[in-house]
């Protein structure tokens, strides 16, 4: 089964370390609405973190222009730190934690 965890910004900001504050600010900045077909200046809004197995974070949101839901894909599970630090965290809220909602994707 693949499921997606929640994990708060602090999560996130562990998980992407030093980086943090720009990549995070630029990512939530390039977002591309289906709704409103808006690209160019076009933010989302984040409203829920989701960590998925991959190690990567998709931020679920509302597109800045429309309102419509956004969802934006950050590939943190690439980078073998950020993957590491991510998978120390899911183990973590899964086996010791348990302070986390869950997501199914089919």
Do not use: H
Not at 29 to 39: G, H, L, N, S
Request: proline residues 7%; negative net charge; contains cysteine.
């Amino acid at each position: 089964m693949y499921v997606d965890i929640s994990i708060t910004e602090e999560d996130l900001r562990l998980i992407m370390g030093k980086p943090f504050e720009p990549r995070y600010a630029a990512a939530l900045r390039d977002a591309f609405c289906p709704a409103c077909r808006q690209k160019e200046d076009n933010a989302v809004r984040p409203e829920k973190l989701w960590l998925n197995p991959a190690g990567d974070v998709i931020v679920e949101g509302a597109c800045s222009s429309c309102g419509a839901p956004v969802e934006k894909l950050l590939e943190t599970g690439v980078e073998p730190r950020q993957y590491d630090q991510a998978m120390a965290i899911r183990e973590y809220k899964v086996e010791i934690g348990k302070d986390y909602e869950i997501r199914q994707v089919d």
